[in-house]
């Protein structure tokens, strides 16, 4: 899934369009302060073109690795020609959709970030299988930051009815047996949550 505005969302289904996370996300900002560290492996579910994922490839460095994981092939063609220009050995671009099994080894993943992604799954109603095969991948004590809009009105980002709230996602979380750690600020118009297998 790209991410992106989701625009429409009648019969389960929306698309992505408008601002990208890159216009409002300090995403070195936020990475910091979920506390990625050298060395680990990250899963971007739901990477679009990479802004996440670039920042993580930075923090990790060249002894971790970020699978960037996306059902988009354009967005990650343009990660792939980022990764060429830009010489960003150490991260992994994925095709492979958040609603089906995914492609990632059991226990394999230190960090899994969802940047606006977690919203459009629990309107297709496919969040449940996406978290627990998110749960799948995590190393135990492994953690998952989910970075949402905040549910207020603005003129871009998806419709507010269909926002999540802090509660929102802790309530999505916890049946994959992900325990809220903290939340906090992800910016102006986003928060964060952190969770821990």
């Given at each position: 899934?790209?991410?992106?505005?989701?625009?429409?969302?009648?019969?389960?289904?929306?698309?992505?369009?408008?601002k990208?996370?890159?216009?409002?996300?300090?995403?070195?900002k936020?990475?910091?302060e979920?506390g990625?560290?050298?060395?680990?492996?990250?899963?971007?579910?739901?990477s679009?073109?990479?802004?996440?994922?670039?920042?993580?490839?930075?923090?990790?460095?060249?002894?971790?690795?970020?699978?960037?994981?996306?059902?988009?092939?354009?967005?990650?063609?343009?990660?792939?020609?980022?990764?060429?220009?830009?010489?960003?050995?150490?991260?992994?671009?994925?095709?492979?959709?958040?609603?089906?099994?995914?492609?990632?080894?059991?226990?394999?993943?230190?960090?899994?970030?969802?940047?606006?992604?977690l919203?459009?799954?629990?309107?297709?109603g496919?969040?449940?299988?996406a978290l627990?095969?998110?749960?799948?991948?995590?190393?135990?004590?492994?953690?998952l930051?989910?970075?949402?809009?905040?549910?207020?009105?603005?003129?871009?980002?998806?419709?507010?009815?269909?926002?999540?709230?802090?509660?929102?996602?802790?309530?999505?979380?916890?049946?994959?047996?992900?325990?809220?750690?903290?939340?906090?600020?992800?910016?102006?118009?986003s928060?964060?949550?952190?969770?821990?297998?």
């Open positions: 899934m790209a991410l992106g505005v989701p625009m429409a969302h009648e019969g389960g289904h929306h698309s992505h369009a408008g990208s996370s890159r216009d409002f996300l300090d995403a070195g936020v990475l910091r979920i990625l560290s050298a060395g680990q492996v990250v899963l971007d579910a739901g679009g073109s990479g802004h996440f994922a670039k920042a993580a490839a930075a923090v990790v460095g060249p002894s971790g690795t970020v699978w960037a994981l996306d059902s988009d092939q354009p967005s990650l063609d343009q990660l792939t020609r980022d990764i060429f220009t830009n010489g960003l050995k150490n991260i992994r671009p994925l095709l492979a959709d958040l609603g089906e099994p995914l492609p990632v080894k059991d226990a394999s993943v230190d960090l899994c970030v969802m940047v606006n992604v919203h459009g799954l629990a309107v297709e496919t969040a449940p299988a627990n095969e998110i749960a799948r991948v995590l190393k135990p004590c492994g953690r930051a989910v970075v949402e809009f905040k549910k207020m009105a603005m003129d871009f980002g998806p419709p507010l009815d269909i926002r999540l709230d802090a509660g929102d996602v802790e309530r999505l979380a916890a049946p994959a047996g992900l325990k809220k750690e903290r939340t906090f600020e992800a910016g102006q118009y928060h964060a949550a952190v969770f821990r297998k």
